[in-house]
């Protein structure tokens, strides 16, 4: 079983930055593609980022957002700068049963239990 934990989110003006982090726990979280994704209310959760193999970003944060891993503390990192409201959103830690990380990928089979961003302008 895998377990995932984020932190880390909260209010912020435009222009500011945060840092998330998602605690990951479970016998085989090395060989998971690990996530990041984002939703709000009446659309879909769409992929922000994401660890395994490759590194991939959605071309709304590219130069902007930079994933991590903190191999000492079990963590995966997003770090967040130049925020605009646009990136105001429950943000999901996920993980993915397969690895190296797929460029499209359908189905995530584990969600922690997300974390909120907002984004004042």
């Known amino acids: 079983q895998v377990q995932l934990v984020e932190s880390g989110g909260g209010s912020m003006q435009a222009g500011g930055s945060l840092r998330l982090s998602c605690a990951y726990s479970?016998?085989?979280?090395?060989?998971?593609?690990l996530g990041w994704w984002r939703q709000v209310p009446g659309k879909e959760r769409e992929k922000v980022a994401t660890l395994g193999g490759t590194t991939a970003y959605a071309d709304s944060v590219k130069g902007r957002f930079t994933i991590s891993k903190d191999h000492v503390k079990n963590t995966l990192d997003l770090q967040m700068n130049n925020l605009s409201p646009e990136d105001t959103a429950m943000y999901y830690c996920?993980?993915?049963?397969?690895?190296?990380?797929?460029?499209?990928?359908?189905?995530?089979?584990?969600w922690g239990q997300g974390t909120r961003v907002t984004v004042s302008s």
């Open positions: 479970g016998d085989i979280v090395n060989r998971l593609c």
């Open positions: 996920g993980a993915v049963k397969w690895w190296p990380c797929a460029s499209t990928i359908t189905t995530v089979d584990y």
